[in-house]
T-cell receptor, first 111, second 115 residues
Framework: AQSVTQLGSHVSVSEGALVLLRCNYSSSVPPYLFWYVQYPNQGLQLLLKYTSAATLVKGINGFEAEFKKSETSFHLTKPSAHMSDAAEYFCAVNQGFKTIFGAGTRLFVKA | GAGVSQSPSNKVTEKGKDVELRCDPISGHTALYWYRQSLGQGLEFLIYFQGNSAPDKSGLPSDRFSAERTGGSVSTLTIQRTQQEDSAVYLC?????????????FGSGTQLSVL
């Protein structure tokens, strides 16, 4: 069965610093991987998805993620954090027709 | 509608009462999902609908939980004899089809508090 593990329930960065949110997956077949973001008091929305077309995936708001099969990772990065990036981020993998989510990482951005 | 709509946005109930949570998916979306989000525990899959049928009910925590979908559109999640551990945010999502690479569109959720 597919699963994802997010390392770090909380990450704090300074405005303008690099954002790195870690996600490792477990899958017996080539996975479809996703990052979703949940802003305060809002529903989740898709940031980006990996479907094997390219290992480096660019998403909305300047985020990108790189699929590394050798490391079974799909870490999310952004070169320069903005205050508006403060939110909870979820890595997810599709298991058949079902999307399985990680526990989430809350990102804090300090001024 | 333009997005996934859930009602009510907040529900406070007493232990032992039944509650119904409603989800109105994006028009034309055939797949509908219910998740539960508890504090610090991520999203827990509850049930999935393709059209009106529910091929996967594996995530329902107990027989107190049930869900139905009518007309391939609106879905209702019912929790009978609520317990305090049922307190959580219940999220509904829909997708255009059941493809493995389909993205989910989420509603804003129903915050359920069981006193």
């Amino acid at each position: 069965a597919q699963s994802v593990t997010q390392l770090g329930s909380h990450v704090s960065v300074s405005e303008g610093a690099l954002v790195l949110l870690r996600c490792n997956y477990s899958s017996s077949v080539p996975p479809y991987l996703f990052w979703y973001v949940q802003y305060p008091n809002q529903g989740l929305q898709l940031l980006l998805k990996y479907t094997s077309a390219a290992t480096l995936v660019k998403g909305i708001n300047g985020f990108e993620a790189e699929f590394k099969k050798s490391e079974t990772s799909f870490h999310l990065t952004k070169p320069s954090a903005h205050m508006s990036d403060a939110a909870e981020y979820f890595c997810a993998v599709n298991q058949g027709f079902k999307t399985i989510f990680g526990a989430g990482t809350r990102l804090f951005v300090k001024a | 509608g333009a997005g996934v709509s859930q009602s009510p946005s907040n529900k406070v109930t007493e232990k032992g009462k039944d509650v119904e949570l409603r989800c109105d998916p994006i028009s034309g979306h055939t797949a509908l999902y219910w998740y539960r989000q508890s504090l610090g525990q991520g999203l827990e899959f509850l049930i999935y609908f393709q059209g009106n049928s529910a091929p996967d009910k594996s995530g329902l925590p107990s027989d107190r939980f049930s869900a139905e979908r009518t007309g391939g559109s609106v879905s209702t999640l019912t929790i009978q004899r609520t317990q305090q551990e049922d307190s959580a945010v219940y999220l509904c999502a829909s997708s255009l089809s059941q493809g493995a690479d389909e993205k989910l569109f989420f509603g804003s959720g129903t915050q359920l508090s069981v006193l």
